[in-house]
């Protein structure tokens, strides 16, 4: 994903902050070839691996869990808070009218593997 410098988040803290405010997760995986998406909440626990580890449930009838006896690469996606932005918000639209709308968002990329064999585990 494309993020200019001055919009790039780096601190820690900040970023799993979001992911505790909004624990609604898209998660992204590739499975025999197929992007595979789900939507599940996730819990952050901070306290394993560099970045933390995102724990997750899936029903034993979601395949995806199969999946979890190997590395298989993956993200997670958790959307903040949004808006629109209004090009009469910019103070330059007054002084000379070349301003667009734009979309204001936060989101977290939370990129790692589903650990072999924990079945849910996430591990970045």
Known sequence: MYIP????????????TLV???PLGTWVSEVNGVLEVNHLPFILDDKRGQFGTLVGHV??????WKVATSRVESVVVFQ???GYITPSWYPSKHDHGRVVPTWNYAVV???GTIAPGCSGTWQS
């Open 59 to 64: 029903a034993r009838a979601n395949g995806i």
């Open 109 to 111: 990329h939370a990129h």
């Open 20 to 22: 505790r405010a909004h």
């Open 80 to 82: 903040g808070p949004q």
């Open 5 to 16: 410098e001055h919009f790039q988040e780096r601190d820690l803290a900040v970023l799993q």
